[in-house]
C-alpha cells in the first residue's frame, strides 16, 4: 500500500492537488446522476405515451424509473468511491481481488437474492405489475405500493404491508390490467319471479348505463348474466359490467347497492321468506301483499 503523500521525481502530491482531484470526481459523480436522470425522465415520458390506459402507463413510468434511477445512483457512488480512494494513495486492486472472491462465495450461498433479483427484473421488464395495481401473488392480495429489483411490497386490504421477495412469486394475478369486469351477485327469493327480476334488473342496468357518475367509468352497458346457485330459499342474480380497472371496486358497490335499493322498490323480496308456524310468509317488502314479519293475518 502506498502512503498518501509520496513525492516522486516531478514533484509531491500536495493535500490541495488531492482535493481538488477528489471534488472534481465528487462534481463529475453529480453531473453523472443529474444526466441520468434528465434520461430517465426520458424514458418515463415514453413509457406515458406507449401502451393502453393512462393510469397503467403512469403506474408503470414510476415503476421503471425508481428501479433505474436507484441503479444508476448506486453504480456512479460505487465508482466514484473507488476513483476517491485511488486518489488518496491507496491501492484498490486487492480490494477488488478479495471483493471477486467474497462474492463468488456469497452467490454460491445467496442464490435466492440473485433470483429474486432476476425475477424482480423481468416483472418490470414484462410489466405484469407496476407500483398502484390490484394484485394476487404468493398467497397475497392487494395493492402495490413498492417494487424493487429484491422485492414487492403489498399492502391488503386489513392495511398489513407485506413483503413479498421476487423469487417466491410463481403466478401474478393482476386485477387492474387494461380493463376489469367485476360480477355483482344479487340473492334473491326463491319465491319471486326469475323472468320478472330480470326485467327490472335489465331496467335499472340502463339507466346506470346513462348515469351521469358512472357513465364516464364504464366501457360497455351493464348486463344481467342471468340466474345462478339456486338453493332452497333464495337464487342469484348475475350481473356484470366491464369498467377500467381503478374503478371496478366503486362500480361494484354502486351497481350493488342501487339493485337492492331498486328491487326493493319493486316490491321483489330479496332474502328467504320467514317461516312463522302458519307456513313460509313472505317479508313485508315482498310481492303477493302477504304480511310481514310480526304482523297478523286475521
Not at 392495511?159 to 344479487?186: C, Q
Amino acid at each position: 500500500m502506498k502512503p498518501v503523500f509520496t513525492p516522486d521525481a516531478a514533484g509531491a502530491y500536495s493535500l490541495a492537488t488531492i482535493a481538488i482531484k477528489i471534488g472534481l470526481i465528487l462534481l463529475g459523480s453529480i453531473i453523472l446522476i443529474r444526466l441520468a436522470s434528465i434520461l430517465v425522465g426520458r424514458l418515463e415520458r415514453g413509457v406515458r405515451h406507449t401502451g393502453d390506459g393512462e393510469e397503467a402507463r403512469q403506474k408503470r413510468a414510476r415503476t421503471l424509473g425508481g428501479v433505474v434511477r436507484g441503479i444508476t445512483r448506486v453504480t456512479v457512488v460505487i465508482l466514484a468511491l473507488m476513483m476517491a480512494v485511488r486518489e488518496l494513495g491507496l491501492d484498490v486492486t486487492p480490494a477488488l481481488a478479495a471483493a471477486g472472491g467474497f462474492g463468488v462465495a456469497a452467490g454460491l450461498g445467496a442464490q435466492s437474492i440473485v433470483r429474486d433479483w432476476m425475477v424482480g427484473f423481468f416483472i418490470i421488464y414484462d410489466n405484469e405489475y407496476a407500483v398502484g395495481d390490484a394484485v394476487q401473488v404468493a398467497g397475497v392480495s392487494g395493492t402495490v405500493e413498492a417494487l424493487t429489483l429484491r422485492h414487492t411490497e403489498i399492502r391488503d386490504g386489513e392495511g398489513a404491508l407485506h413483503f413479498v421477495p421476487n423469487g417466491e412469486i410463481k403466478v401474478v394475478s393482476n386485477l387492474t390490467k387494461s380493463w376489469s369486469t367485476p360480477l355483482v351477485r344479487i340473492p334473491v327469493s326463491l319465491t319471486e319471479d326469475p323472468e320478472r327480476v330480470a326485467a327490472v334488473l335489465d331496467r335499472y342496468l340502463a339507466e346506470v348505463s346513462e348515469d351521469a357518475e358512472l357513465k364516464p367509468l364504464l366501457r360497455d352497458r351493464p348486463r344481467v348474466l342471468g340466474m345462478e346457485e339456486v338453493s332452497v330459499t333464495q337464487y342469484t342474480m348475475m350481473l356484470q359490467a366491464q369498467t377500467l380497472p381503478e374503478n371496478r371496486v366503486t362500480v361494484a358497490r354502486a351497481i350493488r347497492m342501487g339493485a337492492v335499493a331498486r328491487l326493493r322498490a319493486e316490491g321483489i323480496a330479496i332474502h328467504a321468506p320467514v317461516l312463522q308456524p302458519g307456513g313460509p310468509v313472505a317479508p313485508s317488502q315482498g310481492s303477493g301483499g302477504a304480511p310481514g314479519p310480526g304482523r297478523s293475518s286475521a
